[in-house]
């Protein structure tokens, strides 16, 4: 960076391409700290990713890091081996999949949805009051709200348990029948999501510029038609962000979720196991830091193409939506 | 009086339709929270006998008082975290709001290179381990309160939301005609766009010192002997770990763990340290909302 | 393009920084970092200590001591953020069951080899820990077999025990002596009885949910089938198993490591486990692995069990008697044995990215043989965290010791340290003679290398973490899955991962 500045400052004597360039040179100014922050905290690390083609060993000699990933073995492939070894790990992509689209598709929707019908309350403080109960899930941990889902479904304590016990009926044992759990899985989800997304939706509606909506009120516009001509069109930049941004999370797992809220149980996992879960396995009982990263590079170099691939959808339907 | 309010408006059945919808879910959210401060004065021999329950057989504030006693560093922790959060939240915001201004600007030449510069450490990183060597070997991240405000400044994810924010509610000719009436890159910037861009702006505040608030892996990486600069949540996780650790090995450990096991509330522990987390936060986040609710219905009301 | 090439330049730089500063950190006086794990202490209370103990040793071996507190919060992923980076630590904590296991460790080259440097550095400590325990700590590492790390002279032996709750025993109209001193079977009509006594006495009390058999489901398999853990095995379970002779544990009765799960025995158990559980023995909340451990130690705490299990350490069942106040018995289930499991439970390993090394062993050698360095780390200060009685013996002042309490049996050699006046005159003589008398298993010391079979042993892990947790809590009927769950087991490649095992003990033994 600092090369930089100082060859634009020589050229900084000839007082016409100062001029010229005044606004780029003010703009670079701005993207200059956290461009800074960048290079240093994720450019420079990044050799890194070397660490998913070796087998990572000390070079005692003199062990420093870099020195070690150096003089470790390449090992070509191996390190990504584990991950479609079993029929296990085709159960756990097959499963982050299919939970991913019904994430992106009901992630997109609700949200919108939800902060479109809060902008319509005609007591804001009603409003307010909803918007912040959503948070609270944001501060709640998996570990937490599986005790919370606990205190439901418990075999010996459970509400609902006892509840079919009393009326007489078979008495489920939720933690080994695996019928309800996708819907206990994506519900879980929406629950701890929809108020972020809800949030940044609403920010975006508040952005509107009042007299637009006042325009439409008087050429006769109906409250739904507002909505549709002039809500809408304004999300639709948020919306398609987001979904490509969701994409590319479509071979990654929220790891809490999967791991936590269904206690763990291994009767469960044809239903609950995913990728992150079956690789946290792996680590534990491997400990093997090349492993890891071979697992997080794969994640990420799918969600790489899945994200220029739907910016390149997006690109044809809507150039001004896209991410770049 | 309420006929004339409603001329902008949707009906009222399609009013109190949203209501139930959104309502319920609303509720939905903040049970499980209401929950959480139950159980935090749940006696743990209630739990023995009926499990985790709304309507406990016993109270007690025991774990709460087992919890600051065990954490005499509790309120200097608070006050870490109160100064981490405040100074963090300035800066990541003030960055990722130049940075993705510049990005939003379609005459900024560079423009392509700095979005894909962003984004592309959204998806690729080093790692956890390379990172750590730079920090601590190359940027003397250790044992420092830079250690823990550093690290979590920059947000690719934070970036394209708020360049989204600046495309949806920014108009160009804002800046062209306070460009031609001789304003200055960073006076436009400050004086023009950021109070346009306010709910846009809280929002990534919001994320940012959330982030700030919760975290604390950077403390159990960074942090190892000048612990009094632990945030609480590092310090709360740390206790949390610990006790659920002696639960789990304490015979393993010897007799000095399975006396220190015994007298830890395990079962109720977590719920407390949730709310001693959680209500300062709580009380910040009106602050944060009424930037990004404010505007909601104007259009209507005026209608 | 330019700006492509100003960064890298930029980079060129900061790896320029980077080599400077990593140098640079050479030339500081002779300070030796240690982390030790589980402890409880604040910072003044160890610059207090710390600055006592340092002039000692300044004196003894011209170095000073600057410690890592590490806690059970933070002991695994800092730990191994700390290795792998390279921090520069002298002395880490390690063991067969932490995330830095000290086994793949030192094959991967991150302890220093002792072999060479103990005589001349540590000779006292090479005379202090007996050959036995030596020789659990002997290692494959990068530098050939030896020993990586100083095993700690603690509770050197396994023993698997029931626990069992004589108060209630006694209630039920038992003579807790006689059951005691005969020892429990568990597939004995005796056994369920006793459960079902236990279970009507207290539903006539009005409790309706109590359940007798409160146990650690992976230890009872361990406990009921006489079975060792094989050091090496898979870290997040077992699924190798080692018979031994339940009276004398070092007598040769012909082992091979096998898939315990593969064995009529582990069937036996099974069935027999969920047998039980359909008789309402065992709690819903034991067989949930998210609330087992939580639920056993509620129940074991407040007395509210018949029969548990335990894995016993040498006094605890006073220390349990004294805090659930009932009468804790432990029965044994076999005889105390040694092997590297136990061996390796508590070691001190010297990094290799330690610049003095020596110094760092000579310090080792002081906490293990000087009683006076030993107390000093581990208790405190006299007048500050203790004072000492006329008979030897010790007693806590409370509210310092609050703030200075290491894990006692992280560091070293704890036969050294004076006793508590709880404890009595004689603890650490009787402790050692318990522990003395343990035989070694055959082949007990040998240590599976499993980096051959990482792939199948990745795949293992998952099997295991669906199947095992259900089969040894008598969640799960092992007639309708233990056939599946085996199929599993061996697409996974459990049939590589034994042999890989045999074929090694065979190496090893000879």
Known sequence: MKNKRSRQGDASLAPNWFQRN?????????????????????????????????????????????????????????????????????????????????????????????????????????????????????????????????????????VLPAAQAAAGKDVISWYTTTKPWPLIIIFANLW?????????????????????????????????????????????????????????????ADFGLFYNVPMQSGALFPVTQVIDTYIYRVFITTGNISQSSAAGLLQNVIGFVCIMLANAVVKRIDPESTLF | MRKNHRLNQISVGTETIFHVIVGLFSICCIIPFIFVIVISFTAE???????????????????????????????????????????????????????????????????????FFSFFTMIFGGGLVPTYVICTQVLGLRENYAALIVPLLVS????????????????LELIEAATIDGSGEYSTFFMVVLPIAKPGLATIALLNALAYWNDWYLSLLYIKQNKVLQPLQALLMELQNNVEYLNRMSAALGSSAIQEAMRAPTQTLRMVLVVLIVIPIACAYPFFQRYIVSGLTIGSVKG | MKKIVSLLLALVMFAGVFAFTNTASAEEPVTLKIWFHGSNVSPEASKKVLDELNVYLNEKIGAKLDVIWGTWGDFDTAVVTALAGGDNVDMYFTCNWSADEYNKYARDGYWVKLDDLLPQYGADLLATIPEGIWECAKTNGYDGMGIYAVPALKDTATQNCWDVNGTLLAELGYDVDAICAKGLDYYSPEFEEMLQKAKDLKASQGVNDFYPLCVEPMVLERLVNVTSIVTGDLGSGNVLSYYYDKEHPAKDIGSKIVNKFSTPEFE??????????????????IQNVATSNDYRTACQNSGEYLISTQSYAYGCEIDFSKARGIDVRMVPASAPYMDSTSGQGAMMAISTVSKNPEKALQFLNLLNTD??????????????????????????????????????????????LPPTADEGVNYWKDFAEYYNSAEALPYGSFIFDSSEVETEGAAIANVFAEYAFGLCSGATDPAAVLAEFLQKLEAAGINEFVAAANEQLAKYAG
């Not at chain 1, 470790?72 to 159960?91: H, M, R, Y």
């Not at chain 2, 690719?156 to 108009?171: A, G, L």
């Open chain 1, 192 to 252: 701890k999501n929809v108020g972020y997304s809800t949030v940044l939706y609403l920010a975006a509606i508040t952005g509107i510029d009042a007299s637009q909506y006042e325009a439409a009120a008087i050429d006769g516009a109906s409250k739904w038609q507002q909505i549709r001509y002039v809500t809408l069109p304004h999300l639709r930049t948020m919306i398609s962000i987001l979904l490509i941004l969701n994409v590319g999370k479509i071979f990654a």
């Open chain 1, 22 to 158: 005044k606004k780029v040179l003010a703009l670079l100014t701005m993207v200059s700290p956290t461009a800074i922050w960048l290079l240093l905290l994720r450019y420079l690390p990044i050799g890194g990713i070397v660490l998913a083609f070796k087998s990572y060993k000390i070079f005692p000699r003199d062990p420093t890091f870099w020195n070690n990933l150096i003089h470790s073995k390449w090992v070509g492939l191996k390190n990504f081996e584990f991950i479609f070894k079993t029929d296990q790990a085709l159960v756990a992509i097959r499963n982050t999949i299919l939970y991913n689209i019904v994430f992106i598709i009901l992630g997109a929707i609700i949200p919108v949805a939800f902060a479109i019908m809060m902008n319509e309350f005609t007591k804001k403080f009603v409003a307010k009051a909803y918007q912040t109960m959503m948070f609270f899930p944001y501060f709640l941990s998996w570990v937490v709200v599986s005790y919370f889902l606990n205190a439901f479904i418990d075999a010996q304590y459970g």
């Open chain 3, 371 to 416: 009683p006076y360095v030993m107390t000093t780390l581990n208790y405190g200060l006299e007048g500050f965290t203790f004072n000492k009685n006329a008979d030897g013996t010790i007693t806590w002042i409370e509210e310092n010791r609050a703030t200075y309490s290491p894990w006692r049996n992280g560091m070293g050699n704890v036969r050294i």
């Open chain 3, 268 to 285: 036996k158990y099974a069935a027999r486990t969920y047998e039980l559980a359909q008789k309402g023995f065992i709690s819903p909340s």
């Open chain 2, 45 to 115: 021999s209630s739990i023995r006998e009926i499990g985790y329950s709304f309507i406990p057989r016993a109270w007690s504030t025991g774990t709460y008082t087992y919890a600051i006693q065990r954490l005499p560093q509790i309120w200097r922790s608070y006050f870490n975290s109160i100064l981490i959060t405040v100074i963090g939240t300035a800066l990541s915001t003030l960055m990722c709001a130049l940075y993705s201004y510049a990005l939003f600007r379609p005459d900024f030449k560079y423009r392509g290179f700095f979005t």
């Open chain 2, 156 to 171: 690719p994810f934070n970036i394209i939301i708020m360049r989204t924010f600046f495309k949806s509610s920014v108009p």
